[in-house]
């Protein structure tokens, strides 16, 4: 389960949130890097190959750190999505945690949550292709 709360306000996009119950912790978190030997690999996808893609790109344009949860653009849909930022985690045990961001959204990804074509993702260690995908059309814009 993860809940967040977003505020978008003269661009600068604010998020606080929480995850809890997920079968493992998020990638790149307490450095967590490895894929659990008992990880679930949807479609025959490489978790290793998507870790190391991760990794070449170590913090996003403003300067944010690596993290497994973070906010993807993908205007052909949900395939293919682009990372464009990194929320700082925080857990708190194995399986629950804060997250938390502010960024500077430039215009278009400013339409982009507005028009719900941004969404959340969470990379576990168990889920390495995604554990949890947050959509942010609950958000409060202003």
Do not use: C, W
Not at 39 to 65: S, W
Not at 68 to 87: C, L, M, N, P, Q
């Amino acid at each position: 389960m993860t809940e967040m709360n977003l505020e978008l306000k003269d661009g600068i996009l604010r998020v606080e949130g929480s995850y809890k119950d997920f079968e493992g912790l998020p990638l790149f978190s307490d450095g967590a890097t490895e894929v659990d030997p008992k990880a679930v690999i949807p479609n025959g996808a490489d978790p290793q190959a998507l870790i190391e893609g991760f990794l070449r790109v170590p913090e996003d344009a403003e300067g944010n750190p690596l993290s497994g949860f973070h906010i993807h653009y993908s205007a052909e849909g949900f395939a293919d999505a682009t990372v464009e930022r990194y929320f700082t985690v925080n857990p708190t045990d194995e399986k629950s945690g804060q997250v938390t961001g502010e960024f500077k959204l430039e215009p278009e990804l400013q339409a982009a949550l507005l028009g719900n074509v941004l969404y959340g993702n969470l990379h576990s260690t168990i889920h390495p292709v995604g554990e949890n995908r947050v959509e942010f059309n609950t958000a409060k814009f202003v």
